[in-house]
């Protein structure tokens, strides 16, 4: 148990919805990411918040945002769903959201599956 | 764009062999960490390479990183059961005020009794 917790474990939504994930660092993480794993993208990194502060960004699609609360759990938002969206989406933590070559913990993950 | 590639992209070996997984960056890194996701399961850490050359060991696992910085491996003697899984090498990226690992594209290994 990484300590990461995310929900939901699985996901079934139709085209052209929209869908909240939810993800709670581990205690005292202050960085939260998110990445999407796909058999044909591999594990891609989507976005990085710091202390709820957005602080990278990678290939994540205009169809998709994201933020981080005060609490510093975040929420991946995903609408106006596509098929190619099914995927496992990761989010990870780590202590640090610069200068240090922190190690990140994954959590579970959520199964998004688009009919 | 950062593209890191890793061979083989599977692997299948008895159990007692030996394993090898090459990760290579077109671009010249600062650090790589490498990740092992078992089957239905999320990618866990195993360790962190900085320095040119370094070698690190953890127990059966040999892990290094290239003088160049531009390519790293991970070696696991004598294979178990327990070693089956997705390896994945990530390089640590700082961008801007951020970071971020990009994942290469990973070495599914299976081992048979």
């Known amino acids: 148990d990484s300590g990461v917790t995310q929900t939901p474990k699985h996901l079934i939504t139709a085209t052209g919805q929209r869908v909240t994930l939810r993800c709670s660092p581990r205690s005292g993480d202050l960085s939260v990411y998110w990445y999407q794993q796909s058999l044909d993208q591999g594990l891609q990194f989507l976005i990085q918040y710091y202390n709820g502060e957005e602080r990278a960004k990678g290939n994540i699609l205009e169809r998709f945002s994201a933020q981080q609360f005060p609490d510093l759990h975040s929420e991946l938002n995903l609408s106006s769903l596509e098929l190619g969206d099914s995927a496992l989406y990761f989010c990870a933590s780590s202590g640090s959201g610069t200068g240090l070559y922190n190690e990140q913990f994954f959590g579970p993950g959520t199964r998004l599956t688009v009919l | ?113």
Not at chain 2, 3 to 18: A, K, S
Not at chain 2, 33 to 40: D, L, M, N, T
Not at chain 2, 42 to 56: A, D, R
């Open chain 2, 1 to 113: 764009g950062q593209q890191v590639m890793q061979i083989p992209q599977y692997q299948h070996v008895q159990e007692g062999e030996d394993f090898t997984t090459y990760c290579n960056s077109s671009t010249t890194l600062s650090n790589i960490q490498w990740y092992k996701q078992r089957p239905g399961g999320h990618p866990v850490f195993l360790i962190q390479l900085v320095k040119s050359g370094e070698v690190k060991k953890q127990k059966r696992l040999t892990f290094q990183f290239g003088e160049a910085k531009k390519n790293s491996s991970l070696h696991i003697t004598a294979t178990q059961t327990t070693d089956v899984g997705t390896y994945f090498c990530a390089p640590f990226i700082l961008t801007g005020g951020g970071n971020k690992l990009t994942f290469g594209t990973g070495t599914q290994l299976k081992v048979e009794l």
